[in-house]
């Protein structure tokens, strides 16, 4: 009795892994989609317009309340609800905004959250601003000496050199699956923030207060 059960037993867990595999990985590639698709839009000249979001993201597209005739917010929203219900990962999401005005799309922003423990989180920001000659850079922590919760955020315009874009739109997404998950933002923005020996947060990026470019005009 014992060997015949041991077939199905088996092939029930081989399904399971199987199925698991599968949705780590079609996790991980929607992730990407969304972060490439961010920044196409930032590259995009002129700046995109709202049918161009929709045409992205199709009904994953939802618009927040609170909308004017003149400016409205939508969202997209990734989770890995279903790994933390399992409880195989920590619950984490990553969240974009895109602001919208008169109908074109005047900047946008990632929220990338992680659960610490079984009440904290830890969020890494990334906001991009659309406008004609906005090169302005900047980031928060900046210093190499911030406690392990601190939240991480960055600014960047979209006139700013694509290299630069593409290093703040690195997250980890594997966060999003990883068992344990992650606990700080050099864990989902390793291309920005490192943890140090000392288990603080350090910038890598060199910077001047916070400021990698100033805005024009800067007093």
């Known amino acids: ?25 079609l996790l991980h590639k929607h992730a ?8 196409e839009l930032s590259q995009q000249r002129p700046a995109p317009v709202l049918a161009d979001v929709q045409q992205r993201f199709g009904r994953e597209l939802k618009q927040l309340d609170g909308c004017s005739d003149s400016k409205c917010t939508y969202t997209v929203l990734l989770s890995n609800r279903a790994l933390a219900a399992a409880r195989i990962a920590p619950y984490a999401e990553i969240k974009s905004y895109f ?3 008169r109908g074109l799309v005047v900047g946008t922003m990632i929220d990338y959250t992680a659960t610490v423990g079984r009440r904290d989180s830890v969020v890494s920001h990334v906001q991009i601003d659309f406008c004609e000659g906005c090169q302005m850079f900047a980031l928060h922590p900046w210093d190499n000496s911030s406690p ?51 288990k603080e947060i350090a910038c890598r990026i060199q910077n001047d207060r916070g400021f990698v470019v100033r805005p024009a005009n800067w007093p």
């Open 99 to 101: 602001r919208v005005e």
């Open 32 to 39: 990407d989609s969304v972060l490439q698709n961010v920044y």
């Open 148 to 198: 392990l919760h601190t939240n991480g955020l960055v600014e960047i315009g979209s006139d700013a050199p694509a290299q630069n874009i593409r290093t703040v739109l690195s997250l980890n997404t594997r966060c999003m699956t990883m068992f344990g998950g992650c606990e700080t933002v050099a864990d989902l923005l390793p291309t920005v923030w490192q943890r140090t020996a000392n």
């Open 1 to 25: 009795m014992i060997q015949r059960l041991t077939i199905p037993v088996m092939a029930v867990s081989v399904a399971a892994c199987g199925l698991l595999l599968l949705y780590t990985h």
